[in-house]
Nanobody
Framework: QVHLVESGGGSVQTGGSLRLSCAAS????????WGWFRQAPGQERQGVAS????????GYADSVKGRFTISRDDARNTVYLELNNLKPEDTAMYYC???????????????????WGQGTQVTVSS
């Protein structure tokens, strides 16, 4: 079992930055890749970024490429999402997730992720 806890959300103005953290505990050995997702009210959950459990293989949604960066600190069992040049359309609840599915080095599909955090809210005002 893996327990994920997100933090770092908040309210910023357009163009601002935030750094989200996802602290993992439990048996993380089977985790193959990590992901960040977001969900705005009335919308489906959207994959934002994902990173392989080792090395630097990562993938991003087109809407955040060049603005968001996913990274890992393996010693701390923590995954980060750096959000820069934020826009009002980035407003959503952001979720961290972990996948035990093999055959991929990263994924933006929610169905491939087994463990989920409770989410942290990001609000961007114009």
């Amino acid at each position: 079992q893996v327990h994920l806890v997100e933090s770092g959300g908040g309210s910023v103005q357009t163009g601002g930055s935030l750094r989200l953290s996802c602290a993992a505990s439990g048996d993380t050995y089977p985790i193959n890749y990590w992901g960040w997702f977001r969900q705005a009210p009335g919308q489906e959950r959207q994959g934002v970024a994902s990173i392989y459990h080792t090395g630097s293989d990562a993938g991003y949604a087109d809407s955040v490429k060049g603005r968001f960066t996913i990274s890992r600190d393996d010693a701390r069992n923590t995954v980060y999402l750096e959000l820069n040049n934020l826009k009002p359309e980035d407003t959503a609840m952001y979720y961290c997730a972990a996948s035990t599915v093999f055959g991929y080095r990263w994924s933006l599909q929610p169905s491939r992720f087994r463990y989920w955090g409770q989410g942290t809210q990001v609000t961007v005002s114009s």
